[in-house]
Nanobody
Framework: QVQLVESGGGSVQAGGSLRLSCAGS????????MGWFRQAPGKEREGVATINRGGAGTYYADSVKGRFTISRDNAKNTLYLQMYSLKVENTAMYYCATSSSCDNYYALRRDAFDSWGQGTLVTVSS
């Protein structure tokens, strides 16, 4: 049974940084592609960044390219999202997710991912 636990969210001023973590358990961590998604109030959940099994392949939403970095440590069963130059519009609940098949994981589509964490809240103030 896949379990994902996000942490690292919090409140930060615009221009600040945060690093989110996602600890995975109950499955072979290195065998799954993974991703970060977010959902702002009143909006649909959207893909932020995804990463392949080994960590060499990464994909980003245009809105975060150059500011966010997704990475993983397969030895620690942990996924990360380093966020720099945060903007007010980045305020959202951030979720990590796994893709057991890795089919279309690069497209940042929700339907390519099959297990989800509970989320961690990021609030960016001006």
């Amino acid at each position: 049974q896949v379990q994902l636990v996000e942490s690292g969210g919090g409140s930060v001023q615009a221009g600040g940084s945060l690093r989110l973590s996602c600890a995975g358990s109950g499955y072979t961590f290195s065998a799954y592609c993974m991703g970060w998604f977010r959902q702002a109030p009143g909006k649909e959940r959207e893909g932020v960044a995804t990463i392949n099994r080994g960590g060499a392949g990464t994909y980003y939403a245009d809105s975060v390219k150059g500011r966010f970095t997704i990475s993983r440590d397969n030895a620690k069963n942990t996924l990360y999202l380093q966020m720099y130059s945060l903007k007010v519009e980045n305020t959202a609940m951030y979720y990590c997710a796994t893709s057991s098949s890795c089919d279309n994981y690069y497209a940042l589509r929700r339907d390519a991912f099959d297990s989800w964490g509970q989320g961690t809240l990021v609030t960016v103030s001006s």
